[in-house]
């Protein structure tokens, strides 16, 4: 299903994006299983979502496309010893470049394919087996104040100078326990907003 939606140019926003946060926690076996789709009969679902703005950015992340992994270290559990709990971070960067000049456009996360907890602010790891319980992710700017997702408030300004170019920002991922952490995997995926004023 395609989406395309108008927005009103005095205050354009575009879903444009994604980041995928993955990571392992010790003491957990990796496992996956490759399905043989040529003799099953396997469904794939692919979605197609888009909006058309007036003006639009291209996003670029750690110097490459516009979507990508970023893999955050592996930890012990014994690291996350309680709900509040931070550790093993991991910093990135997200470009604006081909902007409107001379305008001023909030970076906003949101949860696309991956819930987010709206007490924390946090994304919230995949569940069922193999998965770390009470992990999520958390999001920082790089001055270390908390990105929390789906608000606007806390979004990232990017100014856009008269002579365009490339404006980059820092972020901080990290883990977070909202309680007694699991060993196991943790992958969030986060997708990204632009508002253009």
């Given at each position: 299903?395609?989406?395309?939606?108008?927005?009103?140019?005095?205050?354009?926003?575009?879903?444009?994006?994604?980041?995928?946060?993955?990571?392992?926690?010790?003491?957990s076996?990796?496992?996956?299983?490759?399905?043989?789709?040529?003799?099953?009969?396997?469904?794939?679902?692919?979605?197609?979502?888009?909006?058309?703005?007036?003006?639009?950015?291209?996003?670029?992340?750690?110097?490459?496309?516009?979507?990508?992994?970023?893999?955050?270290?592996?930890?012990?559990?014994?690291?996350?010893?309680?709900?509040?709990?931070?550790?093993?971070s991991?910093?990135?960067?997200?470009g604006l470049?081909k902007?409107?000049?001379?305008?001023?456009?909030?970076?906003?996360?949101?949860?696309?394919?991956?819930?987010?907890?709206?007490?924390?602010?946090?994304?919230?790891?995949?569940?069922?087996?193999?998965?770390?319980?009470?992990?999520?992710?958390?999001?920082?700017?790089?001055?270390?104040?908390?990105?929390?997702?789906?608000?606007l408030?806390?979004?990232q300004?990017?100014y856009?100078?008269?002579?365009?170019?490339?404006?980059?920002h820092?972020?901080?991922?990290?883990?977070?326990?909202?309680?007694?952490a699991?060993?196991?995997?943790?992958?969030?995926?986060?997708?990204i907003?632009?508002?253009?004023?």
């Amino acid at each position: 299903m395609h989406h395309i939606r108008l927005m009103h140019p005095g205050f354009n926003k575009i879903l444009y994006s994604a980041l995928i946060f993955v990571a392992i926690l010790l003491f957990s076996p990796a496992s996956s299983v490759a399905r043989d789709c040529t003799n099953l009969g396997c469904n794939t679902s692919v979605f197609f979502t888009g909006v058309y703005a007036e003006e639009t950015c291209e996003i670029v992340i750690n110097g490459g496309i516009n979507i990508d992994v970023i893999q955050l270290p592996i930890i012990s559990t014994q690291t996350l010893r309680g709900a509040g709990s931070e550790a093993g971070s991991k910093t990135f960067t997200i470009g604006l470049k081909k902007c409107p000049i001379n305008r001023n456009i909030q970076l906003k996360f949101v949860s696309n394919l991956s819930q987010a907890d709206n007490t924390t602010g946090n994304l919230l790891n995949n569940t069922g087996v193999g998965y770390s319980r009470n992990t999520q992710i958390r999001l920082r700017k790089k001055n270390g104040s908390q990105i929390k997702i789906d608000d606007l408030t806390s979004a990232q300004n990017y100014y856009i100078p008269l002579s365009g170019g490339v404006v980059t920002h820092d972020y901080i991922a990290n883990y977070y326990s909202s309680g007694l952490a699991t060993s196991g995997q943790v992958r969030a995926t986060a997708g990204i907003e632009l508002f253009y004023k």
